[in-house]
């Protein structure tokens, strides 16, 4: 059986999605009723990474397991590999980030990242990591903004990422939990090129058809702004990542996507061109086009 978790998440809900049908699938979530649009054929359980004895349910028979987690001051991975390797699991897939190969990365998320793929890898449990640069779709926290005023509003607009599409991202992984040859491998996954807000914004405003304008935000302007959304630790650490993507830290892209899955990564235009109307004046209500949850996956790590 295969497990779960983050599945009312970006990646969790496209892995879901993409597994194979006949496979044993069971996913875990605190509220199972927000995944049971995408999870039609996997068993849902109610589970919690602070509930031992919930958590050791989820588990019971479980061979692999797909394993998301973003409290970044918590030990929720911990609890979770300390769990699973009782409840004898054999394989664990991680979601981690790509800054953790950045030795000038040093910010609290970078380090918690790093001390949990540690963990993993002391663990006894197959293992396997995935180190996505940031997701196009946090380009969804745009929406409102080009709805409402045609701007989009971005910290350093003219700094690269090469940001990947979180479907290719979904579907690495549903190879790397069905299919043998990953374990003990850690695989940096981007997008074709790096590419900046400012392009970001000039090819949603064609697909919109419609003037959009990047307004360049200060560092204290994005701090109040991030500030209002993450607790402030969280909040300095991306003011630190997106001072190291404007130093480049983040332009280097990897054909990992193409070398596991056998196609080449999707462009941002691709990813933007399915989900154009989520910027769109009749913006669909669905929690799949919804920006990113705090606190969820940092935007630039």
């Not at 983050?6 to 496209?14: H, I, K, S």
């Not at 999605?17 to 996997?42: E, I, K, Q, S």
């Not at 914004?201 to 360049?216: A, F, I, N, W």
Request: net charge positive.
């Amino acid at each position: 059986m295969i497990l779960v978790t983050g599945a009312t998440g970006t990646v969790g809900r496209e892995v879901v999605r993409r597994l194979p049908a006949g496979l044993r699938v069971r996913v875990m979530a605190r509220d199972p009723a927000r995944v049971a649009g995408a999870a039609r054929t996997a068993e849902t359980v109610a589970g919690d990474y602070r509930r031992p004895h919930a958590l050791a349910r989820a588990l019971a028979g479980v061979r692999t397991a797909f394993l998301v987690t973003t409290d970044f001051t918590g030990d929720d991975d911990a609890r979770f590999v300390h769990a699973a390797r009782s409840a004898g699991v054999r394989r664990v897939v991680k979601l981690s980030a790509a800054a953790v190969l950045d030795p000038e990365a040093d910010d609290l998320i970078t380090r918690w990242q790093r001390a949990s793929e540690e963990l993993l890898r002391d663990s006894g449990m197959e293992w396997t990591l995935l180190r996505p640069r940031s997701f196009m779709s946090n380009t969804l926290s745009w929406a409102a903004s080009i709805r409402s005023e045609r701007v989009v509003r971005a910290l350093y607009g003219t700094s690269v990422n090469a940001c990947v599409d979180p479907r290719d991202l979904a579907e690495v992984a549903v190879r790397v939990l069905t299919e043998d040859g990953h374990a003990g491998k850690a695989y940096t996954l981007t997008g074709p090129r790096a590419i900046s807000a400012g392009e970001q914004t000039d090819q949603l405003g064609r697909l919109l058809g419609v003037p959009l304008r990047l307004e360049e935000l200060s560092p204290e302007q994005a701090r109040a702004g991030l500030g209002a959304r993450y607790p402030a630790p969280v909040a300095e650490a991306l003011l630190r990542s997106a001072e190291r993507q404007r130093a480049g830290a983040k332009a280097q892209v990897t054909d990992t996507v193409g070398e596991v899955t056998g196609r080449p990564a999707g462009a941002f235009r691709a990813w933007a061109k399915d989900h154009v109307q989520a910027f769109g004046p009749s913006a669909p209500s669905s929690p799949r086009d919804r920006p990113p949850r705090a606190p969820g996956r940092p935007a630039s790590h």
